[in-house]
């Protein structure tokens, strides 16, 4: 099935790492995608890695690849309170021949000053 | 900065009634899609469309309906309103992939949070 599974919470501390965990099912998603959502606003873009990378990093955020368990992990370092919000991964199949995208559940993270 | 509006960005309206929760976009892209978001975070596609005077019916079964007539415009209409419509409803829009160089991102509006009397 289309499953994109997340854990639901995190809470970390200001100043710690952050580690959000996802697992896909489609390896033939060409791009995964993890998008951010504060409250009361659409999702917008965090980062993205394409599906020959293993690992990429941008400033603080570090998404690591795993295809042969189908595993996406996205760490913020030194997490602020401004991290505070809801993060979906994503991931577009390309053998269903449409556009559609396969959102994750959400993991909301709580920082905690 | 995403150019993808969505309005009203909040409507309280009572049962019975019309509404149409309007989407523009200003980047020229041929996908938009429209997703309703639970009060539990997960997202549905309900809606989507390839281009103009093309639309589909997404994963989740939804009573409101859509139209494509120009590319930068997909409204979302219901004819008569529930409280079970009472929801969050994003829009997005995205550039085929191949089309340029891009990642196939999809970019969101602000949402559309309804509520049904």
């Known amino acids: 099935g289309e499953d994109v599974e997340q854990s639901l919470f995190l809470s970390v501390r200001e100043g710690d790492s952050s580690v959000i965990n996802c697992t896909y099912t489609?390896?033939?998603?060409?791009?995964l995608y993890w998008y951010k959502q504060e409250p009361g606003a659409g999702l917008q873009l965090l980062t993205y890695?394409?599906?020959?990378?293993d690992m990429k990093q941008d400033q603080r955020l570090t998404v690591l690849l795993n295809k042969k368990d189908k595993h996406l992990s996205l760490r913020i370092a030194d997490t602020q309170t401004g991290d505070s919000a809801i993060y979906f991964c994503?991931?577009?199949?390309?053998?269903?021949?449409?556009?559609?995208?396969?959102f994750g559940t959400g993991t909301r993270l709580k920082v905690l000053a | 900065e995403a150019d993808i509006y969505q309005t009203p960005r909040y409507l309280v309206i009572g049962t019975g009634k019309k509404i149409t929760l309007e989407c523009s976009q200003t980047?020229?892209?041929?996908?938009m899609y429209w997703y309703q978001q639970d009060p539990g975070m997960e997202l549905h596609l309900i809606h989507y469309?390839?281009?103009?005077?093309?639309?589909e019916k997404g994963d989740l079964s939804s009573e409101s309906t859509v139209s494509r007539i120009r590319t930068e415009h997909f409204p979302l209409t219901l004819e008569s309103a529930r409280p079970s419509h009472t929801s969050q409803y994003l829009c997005?829009?995205?550039?085929?992939?191949?089309?340029?160089?891009?990642?196939?991102?999809?970019?969101f509006g602000e949402g559309s949070r309804l509520t049904v009397l």
């Open positions: 994503a991931e577009r199949p390309t053998t269903s021949g449409t556009y559609k995208y396969i």
């Open positions: 489609d390896s033939s998603s060409t791009y």
């Open positions: 890695i394409f599906s020959n990378m």
């Open positions: 980047m020229g892209h041929d996908k």
């Open positions: 997005a829009s995205s550039e085929s992939l191949g089309r340029t160089a891009n990642t196939g991102e999809l970019f």
């Open positions: 469309s390839y281009g103009v005077n093309s639309t």
